[in-house]
């Protein structure tokens, strides 16, 4: 039986640590420097890159080396399983405190609590008012213009609202959860894929940067880039871009085709496709006449000239003259230069001209479009307990007020209490007894015997 005591102590020593609001705090602050640790260090690197980064003889301040980053798991710190832990520890935290005491404080407040002896309002310390004729329905009446939600019993009334300010804090507490386990589902189970395709190609999901332990690359999707294309400002300057791009399936039938740009993803089955970036991948020639001509490709190659992005290709003829294309974008004329630098035409997509007696036309200016594909599973869950969590927050500041009154046929008790607002709650309290009094001053003049004193917690 002792035994059995101590264990029950015990037990209920931990749930109290637990549930305590500075053991929340502390894990908060742990989680808080675990991410910072993140953001310093690059997570989801090669070995190679930690070892070039962080060497064993670094001088640096820190004493992260490789070795310690990969013992640890510092390249994938949301990933480990200590980090998990500290997440599940926080979620237990709340867990516990919900039904320790949130749950308990919000039963309470519910529960009718008429205050039967005069002595134990007296020891609230709080406002009380004397009367020598009182009547039930004029003080009731008086409360309801108030929205209080009204008990009696015999001679006492007991008077509460606001009480959604009570149950907010539950709230908030299921929202933290909610997240937490969205961002635990998020980093296990989801990926990230980065794709450069050409126009008109087709790909599948090969590239990924980034993925979770037990995250599920769904391969029976073929997935193209039917055209690419940029609109411009009036100053030249880029004002978006755009991919044509549709989904197949592993049938190579249709399931979706949109017109997707920056801040506009495609979104299919839980997967997102982000437009990130473009690049102008190559030239497509024909070189010679219609009846013997040979079409090639060549590449271009990005060059920053004084701050400003242009693309550059060399082709070679078979008595070694070379010729360089020029292009800033890909709405302008291509450029022709000589191996000088000095520019030698201007040529439009489709026309033709001649190097070295030989026709030349360029076909069309083949561009890459930059796309991010991304699976998130819990994403949903990170919404919908920010959700949550912002509207329990606004629902908090909802003031819990209560007002107890006790009545007999010489005396006339009045105490109220309130958990914020206690200026505004002092205000209503004035308010309700000058409506009481002055619906019953016709009858009885009511002399007050007691100066107004107001109770917050």
Known sequence: MIQFIKLRSIKWFLIKKISSLNFSIFLLLLIVFCIMIGSVIEQDKELLYYQTYYPLNSTSIWFFNWKVIVFFGLDHLYQTYWFVFILFTLALSLVTCTFTVQLPALKNARRWKFLKPVNKMNQKDSNQKKKKSCYYINIIYSLLNYNFHIFHKKK???????????????????????????????????????????KGEVFHIKNIVKSGRYSNLNLNLVNKVNNFFIEYNPDNSIKQFFSDVSIYDNKFLLKLKKLMFVNSPIIYNHLFFYQTDWNIESLRLMIGHYNNDIKVQIKLIKVNNSNKLCWLSQLTFYNGKQIYFLIFDIKDKVFLCNANGFIINEVQIGEKFYLNGIPVTILDIIVDSGLQIKIDPGITFVYLGFFILMLSTLIS?????????????????????????VLFFEEDMIKIYANYKTSISTKKNLDDLLQVKFLSR
């Open 397 to 421: 500041y909802i003031s819990y007020s209560q007002i107890w009154i006790y009545i007999n046929s010489k005396e006339f008790f009045f105490s109220g209490l309130t958990n914020r607002a």
């Open 156 to 198: 006492y009334l007991y008077s509460y609202k606001g009480i959604l300010g009570r149950i907010a804090p539950i709230f908030v507490h299921v929202s933290l959860i909610i997240v937490l386990f969205g961002s635990i589902v998020s980093s296990f189970c989801g990926y990230t894929a980065q794709e450069i395709i050409p």
